[in-house]
């Protein structure tokens, strides 16, 4: 009965979103939900958008990077000078989620999460072992708007790096 009780605690514990209420010092917005998640998902493919799309924007020093390990379309953009942002703007219609793919990475650092200029939440790109097909999930019945990914020059204590790095965007209308 015990080990039924804690399965059925543990099972309840998997399905939980978290509510995150969204600050800036410009405006105040509605909570968004988030959800980080590592797995490569390719199903909504037409959605996808990937690094090196006329449809990012790039602020500050990026590289663009053919890796050679498991990635969309095989490249990512890569960074770690503090303030660097890429932008992504998505027009009509209002979308049920966001994803933001990036990779873990031993030398991965910080990024911060904005939605219209509102304060999402912060992404720890930090991994022991390089794992690509990481993400970040927005949801809450986003507008159109504009997502922005920016290196914040901070890290975990396990990083051996600041880098922050971005392999595509998945917009599901």
Sequence with gaps: MRKRVL???????????????????????????????CGWDTENSVYNVDDTSSLLTYSGTWKAETPGRQLYLGTQH????????????????PYIGL???????????LADVYYN????????????????GCFLSIYGGLPAGTV?????NRKNPLSTGTYVNIDYFNAEP
């Design 117 to 132: 200029d509102v304060y999402v939440t912060t992404i720890d790109m930090y991994g022991p072992e390089t794992e690509s």
């Design 78 to 93: 890569i960074t770690n000078s503090g303030g660097a942002y890429v932008s992504y703007t998505m027009d009509p219609p």
């Design 7 to 37: 399965l059925l605690a543990l099972i309840a514990l998997s399905c939980l979103s978290l509510t995150v209420p969204a600050r800036s010092s410009a405006q105040t917005n509605s909570d968004y939900l988030w959800n980080f998640g």
């Design 99 to 109: 994803y933001i793919y990036y990779t873990k990475m031993r030398n991965a650092g």
């Design 148 to 152: 922005k990914v920016k290196a914040v």
